[in-house]
């Protein structure tokens, strides 16, 4: 395996673990508001100070862009990181969360480790080497259409300011496909992308640590990841959808009479 990806799996493992040590206790743990539907607790920070701590210690001149602590250090490399995609989720005992990171290099993605440490799953992708789950090889689902697809989605909990747009977008996505899901961490519903449990997915309104990782993942399980309008600036506005290409393209053609001015931005 790259050996790159395998220090990105260590520290995935080492913050499941501190994740997995707090799950039966949430209601102890201490919480803090960021914004409005928006938590930090100190879970999320203690797992992302362990695997900081391993990236550090193997790639000490490598920048990072962490989800609790912000961007630290500038050049070529940098990694990025969510401890907790999911944290709702996690502080309710829902069970639907992971640990996300990615490496980028001069801007593209090179690898990626997203970690369900309650199903013991691991997804790793490495830029030109594919995707695989638990040494597993991964594919994209080869539906034809919409048709009989199961998409995945995020609401736009945080800014709202595109709600109506979003919700034209799920009336027409819902009336078109067998059914939507929505559960709560972009990283695992673009890891499922790339498994073939669903057949794509589209959010509004992200972060990079969000979707950094599951992006990899897509494109290297023989997916496309875009924008709304269908270019590679996801990564400047942060709204992306993602499946196989007949999918993909499809689901861009029901969102385009949705854009706004803003969103086209």
Not at 17 to 43: A, P
Not at 105 to 131: F, H, K, M, N, S
Not at 172 to 193: C, E, F, I, K
Request: one cysteine or more.
């Amino acid at each position: 395996m790259n050996p790159t990806v395998n220090i990105a799996i260590r520290a995935a493992r080492a913050a499941g673990k501190v994740l997995l040590r707090y799950y039966d206790r949430v209601d102890q743990i201490k919480v803090q508001t960021k914004s409005r539907n928006d938590f930090v607790s100190e879970v999320d920070r203690s797992a992302e100070q362990v695997i900081i701590q391993e990236l550090r210690a193997r790639f000490p001149s490598h920048a990072i862009l962490a989800e609790e602590s912000g961007a630290q250090g500038e050049g070529d490399y940098q990694w990025v990181i969510d401890p907790l995609d999911g944290t709702a989720n996690y502080l309710h005992g829902f069970p639907q969360f992971s640990v996300s990171i990615a490496l980028r290099v001069r801007g593209q993605l090179e690898c990626a480790v997203v970690y369900d440490p309650l199903r013991e799953e691991l997804y790793t992708a490495a830029r030109g080497e594919g995707a695989q789950l638990n040494d597993r090889r991964l594919r994209v689902a080869g539906r034809p259409s919409l048709d009989g697809a199961l998409i995945g989605t995020g609401f736009p909990f945080r800014d709202q300011r595109h709600i109506d747009a979003y919700l034209g977008m799920f009336k027409d996505m819902t009336l078109s496909t067998a059914g939507l899901r929505r559960p709560g961490s972009a990283a695992l519903d673009l890891a499922y992308v790339a498994a073939g449990r669903t057949d794509g997915f589209w959010e509004l309104g992200l972060s990079p640590w969000d979707f950094a990782a599951g992006a990899l993942l897509v494109t290297e399980a023989g997916g496309t990841v875009t924008d709304l309008s269908g270019g590679p600036r996801y990564f400047d506005t942060c709204n992306l959808v993602a499946g196989n290409l007949k999918v993909h393209q499809a689901m861009l053609e029901l969102i385009r009479p949705h854009l706004s001015d803003a969103l086209n931005a």
